[in-house]
């Protein structure tokens, strides 16, 4: 089974910075693209960032400056470091991956459990 388990989200003051971390567990043949998603309760789930295993990235207008995504050089981590926070920051923030697992090396997203981030004004 492959698991996506994330860690670093906590409270922290406007203006300040956290890391998050995610990394992939299991038995699988790689990873493409890996990214950070967040949910605000009531709303659809939005794209924060993504990283390709090539290590192209994209963001969402509202991060892009502020945040900045990266993978570990065993490329099945992921990070996020947020800097400049803002209080429209805070929900929960989600891992996600491309996963090429099994005999016929088929594709699966998987998403991680979520972490909280909020931002205290």
């Known amino acids: 089974q492959v698991q996506l388990v994330e860690s670093g989200g906590g409270l922290v003051q406007a203006g300040g910075s956290l890391r998050l971390s995610c990394a992939a567990s299991g038995t699988f043949f790689s990873i493409n693209a890996m990214g950070w998603y967040r949910q605000a309760p009531g709303k659809q789930r939005e794209l924060v960032a993504t990283i390709t295993a090539g290590g192209s990235t994209n963001y969402s207008d509202s991060v892009k400056g502020r945040f900045t995504i990266s993978r570990g050089n065993a490329k099945n981590t992921v990070y996020l470091q947020m800097n400049s926070l803002k209080p429209e920051d805070t929900t929960v923030y989600y891992c996600?991956?491309?996963?090429?697992?099994?005999?016929?090396?088929?594709?699966?997203?998987?998403w991680g459990q979520g972490t909280q981030v909020t931002v205290s004004s």
């Open positions: 996600n991956a491309e996963i090429i697992s099994g005999s016929y090396f088929t594709s699966y997203r998987y």
